[in-house]
C-alpha cells in the first residue's frame, strides 16, 4: 500500500525530469535558442497566431510552445549562454530560417 502511494507520486516527478532539458543540453533533432518572448498555443495573440501560420506551422496543439524573435546558441558554454540570454534559454524543436518563430520550445532547467 505505501510502495503504491510513493510510486503515485514519485512517476510525474521521473516523467517531468525525462522531458525538462537541463544542463545546457538540448537533444539532437532540437536547437538551444534564445527568444524575446515563449507562448502556448493556447495563449497566442491574434497577431503571434497570424505570425505562426505565415512562418509555415499549424495551430494543431494548444499545449505547444512558441518561440518568438529567437537567435540561435551555437555551442555556448553554460555560463556565457545564460549569461548572453536575458529572456528565455530554451531547446526548439523547429525553428524558420529567420528565427522569428520556433515551434515546440521548452525552458532549458539550469
Given at each position: 500500500?505505501?510502495?503504491?502511494?510513493?510510486?503515485?507520486?514519485?512517476?510525474?516527478?521521473?516523467?517531468?525530469?525525462?522531458?525538462?532539458?537541463r544542463d545546457?543540453?538540448?537533444?539532437?533533432?532540437?536547437?538551444q535558442m534564445?527568444?524575446n518572448?515563449?507562448?502556448?498555443?493556447?495563449a497566442?495573440?491574434?497577431?503571434q497566431?497570424?505570425?505562426v501560420?505565415?512562418s509555415?506551422?499549424q495551430?494543431?496543439?494548444?499545449?505547444?510552445?512558441?518561440?518568438?524573435?529567437?537567435?540561435?546558441?551555437?555551442?555556448?558554454?553554460?555560463a556565457?549562454?545564460?549569461?548572453?540570454?536575458?529572456?528565455?534559454?530554451?531547446?526548439?524543436?523547429?525553428?524558420?530560417a529567420?528565427?522569428v518563430?520556433?515551434m515546440?520550445?521548452?525552458?532549458?532547467?539550469?
Amino acid at each position: 500500500m505505501l510502495f503504491s502511494r510513493i510510486a503515485l507520486f514519485a512517476l510525474p516527478a521521473i516523467a517531468a525530469a525525462a522531458v525538462l532539458p537541463r544542463d545546457n543540453q538540448c537533444k539532437q533533432e532540437t536547437s538551444q535558442m534564445c527568444c524575446n518572448n515563449l507562448v502556448k498555443e493556447s495563449a497566442l495573440s491574434e497577431g503571434q497566431k497570424k505570425l505562426v501560420t505565415a512562418s509555415g506551422f499549424q495551430l494543431d496543439n494548444a499545449a505547444a510552445q512558441f518561440g518568438f524573435a529567437c537567435t540561435p546558441i551555437a555551442n555556448a558554454p553554460l555560463a556565457s549562454s545564460v549569461a548572453g540570454c536575458q529572456t528565455y534559454n530554451v531547446c526548439c524543436q523547429n525553428t524558420t530560417a529567420t528565427g522569428v518563430v520556433a515551434m515546440n520550445c521548452s525552458p532549458i532547467i539550469l
